[in-house]
C-alpha cells in the first residue's frame, strides 16, 4: 500500500472494498462487475502466479464466490467501443465528418490532460465512451430490460488496472446516461486482490468459470485493448471490414505492435494508406500532438489519420491499479499474456462477436446511431492550465 511509502503513514491508498462488500451485503441490490483486459493477466501475481498467466476464468469464479451476481467482462465493450470508434473513423476518413487525426479517448489520465493542455484538439478526440463507462450503461439499460430488473437496484462494479478511473465515473454527465451513475465503484486489480485474499478464497486452485451471458463474450481485438496499439489494431481489424467489406486475411497488424514510446507507421485499406501513430508514456504524448498541432498552424495536410494515446508506458498493462513491482519486463510478460489471449480466441474481431450482432439487433440499432448516441457517446470540455 502507498501507506507503506509513505514515512509517516499520512497518504493511503484509496480502498473502496468496503463499498463493493455493502452493495453485495444488500438483499435489495443485484450487484454486477465487469473485469478489464488488463485485469486477468496481472492479478494472478498476487497469488503466485507468473506476470501474464492468463486468469480470467478464476477472476470469474472469485467474484462468484464473493457474491456477486452478474460477472461481466469489459472486454466486451470494448469491442463495443471498437463498433463505434471504428465506425466513427471510417466515417471520419470516407466521408469528412470529422476532424483528422482520430485520437483515442478510452483513457481518462490522457482525457483529462488533453483537456488541460490541448483543448484546441477536442475536435480531434473519438467521442466513444471507454470500454468500462459502455458497459456500466448497457448494464443498468439493455442488460436491465432484458433481466427485468429495476435499474436504481443494480449496483455496477469495475475492476481495472487504474486509479484515474476512479475520476472517470462521475467526469461529466455523461457518465449518468442510463439516468443512473452508469458504474457505481471501480476497485483495482490490487483492491480486488486483497479483497479475495481477505475473504479466505484460494485463488490458485479455483476451477475456470465463463462470464454471464449477453454481455460478456469477448473476442480477441477486445482483450489486446490492455497493451500499447491494442486499440488502433482492434479499430484497423473492423475499419477494414467496414471500408472494403472483406475480412482481414491476417488479422495481426505488425505495423502498430511494439513497446517505443512512439511509434509511427502505415496501414494499407484498400490502397488508401491509413499513416496512424501511437504514444505511451505521457512524456511521449506532446511529439506526436505537436506535429499535428504545426501542420494545422502551416495549413498543410495532418502527418497521421488516427493517434492512439494510453498515458502509462506499455498501456494499461501497468497501470497505477496493478500490482506493484513493474518493470519492463513484467510488462513484457504481460504483454505477452494479452497477445496469447488474443491467439487462443475463436474470435478475433470485435465486429464477429455474437453477442456484439446480439446487442445491435435487439437494442442499439446500428453504430453511431441515436441509441448509441445517447449511451454510448461523451463530450469534453476545454480547461485551459496552460497553452503554447
Ligand atoms: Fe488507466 Fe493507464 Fe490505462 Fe490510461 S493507460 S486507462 S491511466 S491504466
Given amino acids: 500500500q502507498c501507506s507503506a511509502h509513505c514515512p509517516v503513514g499520512a497518504i493511503f491508498e484509496k480502498d473502496e472494498t468496503g463499498k463493493l462488500l455493502a452493495a453485495i451485503r444488500d438483499p435489495e441490490k443485484h450487484v454486477a462487475v465487469q473485469i478489464a483486459p488488463a485485469v486477468r493477466v496481472a492479478l494472478g501475481e498476487a497469488f503466485g502466479m507468473e506476470p501474464g498467466e492468463i486468469s480470467t476464468g478464476k477472476i470469474y469464479a472469485a467474484l462468484r464466490k464473493l457474491g456477486i451476481d452478474a460477472v461481466f467482462d469489459t472486454n466486451f465493450s470494448a469491442d463495443l467501443t471498437i463498433m463505434e470508434e471504428g465506425s466513427e473513423l471510417v466515417q471520419r476518413l470516407t466521408k469528412g465528418t470529422g476532424a483528422i487525426p482520430q485520437i483515442t479517448s478510452c483513457c481518462p489520465a490522457w482525457t483529462d490532460f488533453m483537456e488541460k493542455y490541448y483543448p484546441d484538439m477536442i475536435p480531434n478526440f473519438s467521442t466513444a465512451k471507454s470500454p468500462m463507462m459502455m458497459q456500466g450503461a448497457i448494464t443498468k439499460t439493455y442488460y436491465a430490460e432484458k433481466k427485468k430488473i429495476d435499474p436504481a437496484n443494480i449496483y455496477s462494479a469495475a475492476i481495472m488496472p487504474c486509479t484515474a478511473k476512479k475520476y472517470e465515473i462521475t467526469r461529466c454527465e455523461k457518465m449518468y446516461s ?7 465503484v471501480v476497485l483495482t486489480t490490487r483492491e480486488l486482490a486483497r ?6 478464497i484460494d485463488f490458485a486452485s479455483l476451477k475456470d468459470e465463463k462470464a454471464d451471458s449477453p454481455i460478456g463474450a469477448y473476442s480477441g481485438a477486445g482483450t489486446i485493448f ?5 486499440v488502433m489494431e482492434a479499430a484497423l481489424r473492423t475499419a477494414h471490414k467496414l471500408i472494403t467489406g472483406k475480412e482481414l486475411e491476417k488479422v495481426e497488424v505488425n505495423e502498430v505492435r511494439g513497446v517505443e514510446g512512439v511509434r509511427k507507421g502505415e496501414v494499407d485499406i484498400d490502397g488508401k494508406k491509413v ?3 501511437i504514444a505511451h508514456g505521457m512524456a511521449n504524448v506532446s511529439q506526436i500532438l505537436d506535429e499535428v498541432r504545426d501542420a494545422r498552424e502551416k495549413g498543410e495536410e495532418p502527418p497521421y489519420h488516427f493517434i492512439e494515446v494510453m498515458a502509462c508506458r506499455g498501456g494499461c498493462i501497468s497501470g497505477g491499479g496493478q500490482p506493484y513491482g513493474t518493470t519492463d519486463e ?3 510478460k504481460r ?8 491467439v487462443n480466441s475463436a474470435v478475433r474481431c470485435s465486429h464477429e462477436n455474437p453477442e456484439i450482432s446480439q446487442i445491435y439487433k435487439e437494442f442499439l440499432g446500428e453504430p453511431l446511431g441515436h441509441k448509441s448516441h445517447e449511451l454510448l457517446h461523451t463530450g469534453y470540455t476545454p480547461r485551459p492550465l496552460y497553452r503554447k
Fill in 275 to 277: 499513416k496512424v501513430a
Fill in 195 to 200: 479483497l479475495i485474499k481477505a475473504m479466505g
Fill in 226 to 230: 490492455g497493451v500499447t496499439g491494442g
Fill in 330 to 332: 513484467v510488462r513484457k
Fill in 335 to 342: 504483454i505477452a499474456g494479452l497477445y496469447k489471449d488474443d
Fill in 178 to 184: 442510463s439516468g443512473y451513475q452508469d458504474v457505481d
